[in-house]
C-alpha cells in the first residue's frame, strides 16, 4: 500500500507503552496461589502479557473451564489494585512521541486488553493523560484482541476512518486485531516479538524502541505498510 496520510495512531498499553511485567507477573502469582495452582516461570507469564486475563490463564494453565479463568480474573484485579499503578513504568519514549504526534495534529489512543481506569490511574501519575485523545479498555468491549472490537470501538470515537489510522503494538494478537479492522500496524520489540519474528509474520516493525513511530509516520506523510 503506497504512503498515506495518518490522522491517528493508536497504542497498545502493557508492554508497548509501559513496562508492566513487575505487577502482572505478581498478580499472576497471587491469584495462582489463593486458587492452589501450581506457580509458573516468569518467562512463561510475560509470552501471554496482552492476552485477556481470562486467556492468560487458559492459556498458562491448558484449562478451559471459563468459571476458573473468571475466578482468576477477580484475584488478578484485587492484586492489581493494590499494586499495578505503582510498577508500571512508562518508557521513556513515551512522552515525547506523544508530543510529537499531537503537534503534526495527529490523534493519540490507547486500545488495550487492559482495564481502562487503571490506564488513566497510570497515565495520570505519569502526568500524560492530558496527551492522550481516546481510551478503550477491557472493560469496553465484550470481546477482546485478537477481535477488532476495541480498535473498532476507538476509531468511531476518534472520528477517524480505518484507512486513516495506524495500531502499534507488542503482541501478536495487536496485529492480528489491526487486521480485522483494516488498519495499518507497526510492532514493537519491549514484547515477546523479535523482529525476525515480526518479519516472519509479514509485519513492519521499528528497529530499537517505541520512539522511532513518530518518524515512521511523518516519513513522506505517512508510512508504507
Same mark, same amino acid.
Given at each position: 500500500?503506497? *504512503?498515506?496520510?495518518?490522522?491517528?495512531?493508536?497504542?497498545?498499553?502493557?508492554?508497548? #507503552?509501559?513496562?508492566?511485567?513487575?505487577?502482572?507477573?505478581?498478580?499472576? +502469582?497471587?491469584?495462582?496461589? =489463593? =486458587?492452589?495452582?501450581?506457580? !509458573?516461570?516468569?518467562?512463561?507469564?510475560?509470552?501471554?502479557?496482552?492476552? *485477556?486475563?481470562?486467556?492468560?490463564?487458559?492459556? #498458562?494453565?491448558?484449562?478451559?473451564?471459563?468459571?476458573?479463568?473468571?475466578?482468576?480474573?477477580?484475584?488478578?484485579?484485587?492484586?492489581?489494585?493494590?499494586? =499495578?499503578?505503582?510498577?508500571?513504568?512508562?518508557?521513556?519514549?513515551?512522552? %515525547?512521541?506523544?508530543?510529537?504526534?499531537?503537534?503534526?495534529?495527529?490523534?493519540?489512543?490507547? !486500545?488495550?486488553?487492559?482495564?481502562?481506569?487503571?490506564?488513566?490511574?497510570?497515565?495520570?501519575?505519569?502526568?500524560?493523560?492530558?496527551?492522550?485523545?481516546?481510551?478503550?479498555?477491557?472493560?469496553?468491549?465484550?470481546?477482546?484482541?485478537? +477481535?477488532?472490537?476495541?480498535?473498532? #470501538?476507538?476509531?468511531? +470515537?476518534?472520528?477517524?476512518?480505518?484507512?486513516?489510522?495506524?495500531?502499534?503494538?507488542?503482541?501478536?494478537?495487536?496485529?492480528?486485531?489491526?487486521?480485522?479492522?483494516?488498519?495499518?500496524?507497526?510492532?514493537?520489540?519491549?514484547?515477546? =516479538?523479535?523482529?525476525?519474528?515480526? *518479519?516472519?509474520? %509479514?509485519?513492519?516493525? !521499528?528497529?530499537? +524502541?517505541?520512539?522511532?513511530?513518530?518518524?515512521? !509516520?511523518?516519513?513522506?506523510? %505517512?508510512?508504507?505498510?
Amino acid at each position: 500500500m503506497e *504512503s498515506q496520510q495518518f490522522k491517528a495512531v493508536m497504542f497498545d498499553f502493557d508492554m508497548t #507503552l509501559a513496562d508492566s511485567s513487575v505487577g502482572i507477573v505478581e498478580c499472576t +502469582h497471587y491469584a495462582f496461589r =489463593m =486458587m492452589g495452582v501450581t506457580e !509458573v516461570e516468569r518467562s512463561s507469564i510475560h509470552s501471554v502479557i496482552g492476552l *485477556s486475563l481470562q486467556g492468560m490463564f487458559q492459556t #498458562l494453565t491448558a484449562n478451559a473451564e471459563i468459571e476458573r479463568a473468571e475466578e482468576f480474573a477477580r484475584l488478578f484485579v484485587k492484586r492489581a489494585d493494590e499494586v =499495578m499503578v505503582p510498577s508500571t513504568k512508562i518508557y521513556r519514549e513515551v512522552p %515525547g512521541l506523544f508530543e510529537q504526534l499531537r503537534g503534526h495534529g495527529i490523534k493519540v489512543a490507547i !486500545v488495550s486488553n487492559k482495564f481502562r481506569y487503571r490506564i488513566e490511574s497510570i497515565l495520570d501519575a505519569a502526568r500524560l493523560r492530558p496527551l492522550v485523545d481516546v481510551i478503550v479498555g477491557g472493560e469496553d468491549v465484550q470481546r477482546h484482541k485478537p +477481535h477488532p472490537d476495541a480498535i473498532a #470501538l476507538a476509531l468511531t +470515537h476518534l472520528r477517524v476512518p480505518a484507512a486513516s489510522a495506524m495500531y502499534v503494538g507488542d503482541h501478536c494478537v495487536d496485529a492480528d486485531a489491526a487486521r480485522a479492522a483494516g488498519v495499518s500496524f507497526i510492532g514493537v520489540l519491549s514484547g515477546p =516479538m523479535s523482529g525476525e519474528q515480526w *518479519s516472519a509474520r %509479514g509485519e513492519h516493525c !521499528v528497529k530499537e +524502541h517505541i520512539g522511532e513511530v513518530a518518524q515512521l !509516520v511523518r516519513q513522506s506523510g %505517512g508510512v508504507r505498510v
